[in-house]
């Protein structure tokens, strides 16, 4: 259903590499810089780090400062709290007072501090029977990030595909996770159904009805829901909420709050808070027996703890400033100026104004994955490269255009159709939509 051989990658990205290499060598390009709008690094994209969090890692890296006057009085005690978690003066952050801290915070069964892709790893380690026949099956949202899909085949896993109504703001529909059920029949044995809320990278929003439904289908098939919940912080749709699954299953009572097994995923690498380099995040598990809990302990205690700096800022991410205290307003001011409903309307408006492109209006997430209405001319000139035809698109206009985009096909697509994700940082987005619309007319016109 999915080919390891479908998520390889990086031909893009080395190109970009390149192309910016030789602007850096003098040599003449229709633009002087290239627009990285493929990673989903913030940082990287211009968006200003939290003052709050650097100000906290920066004190905590050099203690003298908590002394000093030059730092809100809130960033000083957070600082000092956070190093009496530390063991001596060695910056070995007590995992167990941390745990205890985020059981206390989010009224959880039990969480786990530490690397995403590790965390994802572990609990499909868990689900997987590597020796099952038929082997062992995950649902899967299409589109989905590629990485997601490669943890799930390298574990000998199958990736069932369930795609997502883009016709409908890229909905999540139980009638087609009842189709990918069955189509999993006579090929593996479906056990885990993955969700992306809010999605990466189409960029919708699930509703309060949707996650209700998502739940009762899962319980009625035995599934056990994985539940990715990073960018829950980045919502900004008309109308839009973020509802938590775990909080969802609580309230439904019995028999749901008591049975459907959950595991909900968060990271301070992606999202609000943005820190790509921390590389720290939690997986929140409910309902699961002890004696699986007993071994899921064992399986993450056996490799070191994530970074001291990433598990602070992970503290800082659950438990930020309050109303009142000195760092509270500039905190506040930051989500708004980098995720505002202006600028992503603006954004789509501009989008979906070009002849041949189709976007569902962004509800939440960092990302946006329009649709190309690519002409016959250049599909056929794409195939005689060898290449995909988004991937044709994003190729040209990396070169042309001096814009980096990802090809839709790597994410996952409906045959026959063809998209771009690029996140949508307010950071030279002016700049980012100048080049992408002339670009775009001039392209449509070649293959016209």
Known sequence: MWNVKQLEYGALARRANQIKDELRQGV???????????????????????????????????????????????????????????????????????????????????????????????????????EASPRTGVLIPVPCHNKTVLSITQLGAVAVPYYLSEEQGWALQVEELQRALESAKGVCNPVALYVINPGNPAGYVQSQKSVLEVIRFAWEKRLFLLVDELYQDCVYGENCEFVSYKRAVSEMGPPFSGTVELASFHSVSKGFSGECGLRAGYVELVNLDPAVMKYINTLFSKDACSPVLGQIALDLMTDPPKPGDPSYLLYKQVGPENCTLVYVKKVHEVVNSLPGFSCPPIEGGLFAFPRLHLTPKAIQKAKELGLQPDTFYCTRLLEEGGVFTGPGWEYGQKEGTYHIRYNTSRALFKELLRRLSSFHMTFMKDFS
Do not use: W
């Open 28 to 130: 003449r390009k229709p633009y002087k810089e290239v627009i990285d709008v493929f990673q989903g690094d913030l940082h990287r994209a211009g968006m200003k780090p939290l003052t709050f969090v650097r100000q906290v890692l920066t004190a905590c890296v050099y203690p003298p400062l908590i002394n000093s006057s030059n730092l809100p009085l809130d960033v000083r005690q957070r600082a000092q709290e956070e190093l009496g978690r530390c063991v001596g003066e060695s910056g070995y952050y007590n995992q167990t007072s941390q745990i205890k801290l985020y059981c206390q915070f989010c009224n959880v069964q039990d969480i786990h501090s530490t690397e995403m892709r590790f965390a994802h790893c572990n609990i499909l380690n868990v689900l997987v029977n590597r």
